[in-house]
């Protein structure tokens, strides 16, 4: 694959994994081959959107004969870096931790959990969708023997800076976080955060907007 | 307040949550006036930007002097629609149902949860977080006799569209989905769709760019 030079947008980078989903949707119905308006009408952007977005990867092969659909996912995949086979652990073992353990579309996508921490004694020694609870107090040895990727943080927001502060110290890659408290890390350790409660708000202004028409 | 004609741009839509909560941290710490330059800084963003977005909705008062926090965060809250107590049901009650019935930040936002729904009888008559599970089949005669706003969805995602349905047609007026499948409805029932993974697949592109850096 051709990367182009220049500096990929952030809106771009947040649509790749929408692409990436609508094509393995096709691929599941079969099929193989997608023209950019085919794909464009699917997805609601425009194939010139499409075009674009794609530029900045090389292209990923000619418009006219529309896109090999296989083609595109190894590609996107690859540049999302879904073939890395990165591992995960979760530290939090509630509710949303235990719902996270359990979503087998992180699974789908590549990423295998090795790991779930908690610091509740209670819980502690259980087993979520096949895997151990930990103490907490093994998560630095434990991060440093596996190389663990990612950390998915389901965290009170109360102990969430100095936990992230532990994973960055053990050499975490990523962190995945949950917990209301907005992250910031040194670059070298990408965060995102997640904030369940930002869509809803979004939900609500539509809702809204829609009773003012009405 | 004073609204601007322009058509709000989506992106705009998608940042007011976020103003939202810095702006709710500010509050907590006691802070009562900011400047749009600092507000800036701590968000990341620039302070032309926070102006431009504001002035969408009026500018929201003077820049010289500062914002007026609480005035803000009643002002974005009421075009959020924060301040009409949507109410919500959640249906599907396995991890994820219950601990988005658990997830408090719904609740500081404002929404207030009336109903959980499931249609495996075993959970039905139990109860997540004070509320009662009901059966699916209650479903219509609950959204109409309580006038129900928000429907959030954990449901396998070969049931998500049959249900999108039922709930449409008894008057549900908006759509939180968490399953799998893409949900898309007339124009007057808003659907907001999260894909957990799609974060997931953003921070491990973020990792490998950090990898390919080393």
Redesign the interface.
Known sequence: MEMNEKKVPEVV??R???Y???LKELLNQDIRRISSNALSEMMNVTASQIRQDFNYFGGFGQQGYGYNVEYLINEIGN????N?G?TMIIIGA???G???A??N??I??G?SLIGIFDNDNRIVGSSINGIKVRSDQEIEDFVRENNV??AILTLPRAAVHDMAKRLTSCGI????NFS?S?LELPE?????N??????????????????EKN
Do not use: C
């Open positions: 980078i947040k790749l994994p929408r990436y989903r609508y540049i999302l870096g879904l890395d990165d509630g509710n949303l235990r719902a996270l359990n979503h579309s992180f789908k996508r990423f990727d990612i890659k990523g962190i995945l209301y907005e070298s350790v990408p965060v995102e997640v904030h369940l409660s930002d869509t809803l708000m979004t939900l609500s202004y539509r809702i809204k907007q829609q009773k």
